[in-house]
């Protein structure tokens, strides 16, 4: 059965800290990892989208890597600022192109920056 | 371009009665997602369209049910409306392109209530 599971659950970082979240998966076939930022009543945002042959991306702040002989991604945030605090859901796709079918999601990881 | 618009944003219902959710996703996307998301579970696929044909579903009752109209936008609707449908309902939509990612954008949500 395909899962996502993301560690920890819930992080609590002071403002201007880094901070690792972890995206473990078993998932196939495997087509990319997306990592998606929501925050709290809104829509999940794309952070990230990385194929088989991608290991590190980055978006601003936001460094994805992944490495998928271990099956495993996380996501570093730099110099954490209070607009950070969100869910960040890890979500693996076994197909290209599209179909909602093929998609996992993680649970997400819910991250508060307290000033 | 704008992005995927859902409606209403809010709104409370009473047990029994039925609702109806409604998504335009971003122009030239011909693919429409549906997504129940409850604190704890994370988001759980409900179902989803392209070219106005149901392609999947997810494991909902019945009283959960969906369409898509020629011009790609689609509508949920839950009947005999339970306690436990309250949630954030998301719509996303995709290009649905082979060639594509299949990346998804995600409209703000509808959040319901049920009383």
Known sequence: KNQVEQSPQSLIILEGKNCTLQCNYTVSPFSNLRWYKQDTGRGPVSLTIMTFSENTKSNGRYTATLDADTKQSSLHITASQLSDSASYICVVSAYSGGGADGLTFGKGTHLIIQP | ?115
């Not at chain 2, 309902?89 to 319901?112: I, K, M, N, Q, V």
């Open chain 2, 1 to 115: 371009k704008a992005g995927v618009t859902q409606t209403p944003r809010y709104l409370i219902k009473t047990r029994g009665q039925q609702v109806t959710l409604s998504c335009s996703p971003i122009s030239g996307h011909r693919s429409v997602s549906w997504y129940q998301q409850t604190p704890g579970q994370g988001l759980q696929f409900l179902f989803e369209y392209f070219s106005e044909t149901q392609r999947n579903k997810g494991n909902f009752p019945g009283r959960f049910s969906g369409r898509q109209f020629s011009n790609s936008r689609s509508e949920m609707n839950v009947s005999t409306l339970e306690l436990g449908d309250s949630a954030l309902y998301l719509c996303a939509s995709s290009l649905w392109d082979p060639a594509d990612t299949g990346e998804l954008f995600f409209g703000e949500g509808s959040r319901l209530t049920v009383l």
